[in-house]
């Protein structure tokens, strides 16, 4: 028997089972809060509560870049919302955001709080708050608003289907592996030949378009996203792995990526942020452990 002719979907689709793999846990068909938890609110004017997933890097790298160009007013507190554990489905979050997906931002400074979820209305939100990295003419922003759309439409093939098919489905099917592979290649060959013409997405400067795409696809051409840099190729995209090592090497995205990031290596690890000098003590912190790991061999 096929692999197509293997499952007949019934009439009426019903939740009756996990559908199994990673994440089977906090899957399921409706909306809303599951229990009553307050978000818990700093002293700065923007509250954001994430994961260092791509989505959520690209919100704490645009905060991080208007911080380095001194928008004193663009400081923050980044809270952790663990997915794994269902922090999206507690009440104070959805109250901010309804679909219960990180990252959620709350701008408390003016009169009324300002609610802004999805992370690409979240860039352009502040994008037109502190007039940066949006350009206002008229030709250049339609440009730059495109290729955050694309991301926006494109991500979901990247990280919901080939990610989820090549790293985390319960089984693998070929078919749904090979459907999702060829758009991911389709989607990277877009990025490669648009690279091959511009030093960033939207022309020649750096914007949001290169913030919300970068977390995704420069961690694919790096072959660190699903561990799977063998299986598409990935090198083979020599101007996507320009452009990801030009905006690896700024700053701000240095930090940027590690606020909210509980997985992974400790050193690169900040698991919230409150205060610029957060990061200061992080290094602190790392070379003290150095020391210690060096005493500790000798």
Not at 11 to 39: C, M, Q, S, Y
Not at 186 to 191: C, F, K, S, Y
Not at 282 to 296: I, M, N, P, R, Y
Request: charged share 20%.
């Amino acid at each position: 028997m096929s692999e197509a002719a293997a499952y007949v979907p019934p009439t009426v689709w019903t939740w009756n089972k996990e559908n199994g793999g990673r994440f089977a846990n906090i899957n399921r068909p409706i909306a809303g809060a599951t229990h009553d938890k307050d978000l818990p609110v700093g002293r700065h004017p923007l509250q954001l509560y994430s994961l260092a997933t791509p989505n959520g890097v690209k919100v704490t790298v645009m905060l991080e870049e208007l911080l380095a160009l001194g928008h004193t007013g663009a400081e923050y507190d980044a809270w952790l919302i663990n997915i794994g554990a269902g922090d999206q489905f507690g009440s104070g979050f959805v109250a901010i955001n309804p679909n219960s997906k990180i990252p959620a931002l709350l701008d408390r400074s003016g009169p009324e709080p300002i609610r802004v979820f999805e992370s690409g209305a979240i860039l352009v939100h502040l994008a037109e708050k502190f007039g940066e990295f949006l350009p206002t003419a008229p030709g250049p922003r339609a440009e730059c608003m495109s290729w955050v759309m694309w991301l926006m439409g494109a991500a979901p093939f990247l990280g919901g289907g080939f990610g989820h098919f090549y790293a985390y489905a319960p089984s693998k099917m070929e078919y749904p592996i090979d459907r999702y592979a060829m758009e991911v290649k389709r989607q990277m060959d877009v990025l490669d030949r648009r690279l091959a013409e511009s030093e960033y997405l939207a022309g020649p400067e750096y914007t949001i378009a290169d913030m919300a795409t970068w977390p995704w696809y420069g961690a694919l051409a790096k072959g660190v996203l699903y561990e799977s840099g063998t299986f598409l190729s990935v090198s083979d995209y020599k101007h996507v792995q320009r452009w990801t090592d030009q905006i690896a090497q700024r700053p701000a995205v240095k930090r940027g990526r590690m606020v909210n990031r509980a997985f992974g290596d400790p050193a690169s690890q900040l698991i919230e942020r409150h205060e610029a000098s957060d990061f200061e003590t992080k290094t602190q912190d790392k070379v003290l452990a150095a020391k210690a790991a060096e005493e500790a061999s000798s």
